[in-house]
């Protein structure tokens, strides 16, 4: 009897496994990251341009907002090397603190005290999206969460202080006379 429950509960974990892996791989096919993976000092990041020329063309000035960018990580390392680079004095890359863009909207307006605390081990959205009820399992069910929050914002004061600060400071830097 309980080797039958074993194997039962085994072969559900295994069906489970299976259908998590393609259901995976099919939002990976719906929902391609925009852009074109680039290594980048030994990191694999997605790029997505928009427009022509170079950053460091006359007259032209790039600004890069990077969610939880905060000292000593792998994407200030790589921020660092992007602004030292060729890019000096025509690129800037700034970020906030928040684990996600998300977490720049004020809890308040989603009814909340706080965003609830996700555990390191599980990825961001996911959490919040748990926490909160919602969906979570398929990128459209996270994209449904986002329209969802962002329909709560109404305006700048709806956002937390700190992405407003560096979303200032990079349109200053893009619109800025530099000649």
């Not at 496994?17 to 259901?23: K, W, Y």
């Not at 921020?79 to 004020?106: E, F, M, N, T, W």
């Amino acid at each position: 009897m309980w080797l039958a429950v074993l194997i039962l509960l085994v072969g559900l974990a295994g069906t489970g496994l299976i259908f998590q892996a393609v259901a995976t791989r099919n939002d990976q096919q719906k929902f391609p990251a925009p852009g074109e993976l680039v290594d980048v000092g030994g990191y694999e990041l997605h790029i997505h341009c928009i427009g022509n020329g170079s950053p460091t063309a006359e007259g032209r000035r790039l600004g890069v907002l990077v969610d939880h960018l905060v000292p000593g990580s792998k994407e200030s390392h790589i921020a660092d090397r992007v602004c030292s680079g060729a890019g000096r004095g025509h690129v800037l890359v700034l970020g906030h603190p928040y684990i996600d863009i998300l977490q720049a909207v004020k809890p308040a307006r989603l009814g909340l005290a706080g965003w609830p605390e996700v555990p390191r081990t599980v990825e961001w959205k996911h959490g919040i999206c748990a926490a909160l009820g919602l969906p979570h399992r398929h990128q459209a069910d996270l994209a449904a969460a986002w329209r969802m929050i962002l329909d709560k914002v109404r305006s700048w004061d709806d956002l937390e202080r700190p992405l407003l600060t560096v979303v200032e400071q990079l349109i200053d830097f893009v619109t800025e006379d530099h000649h």
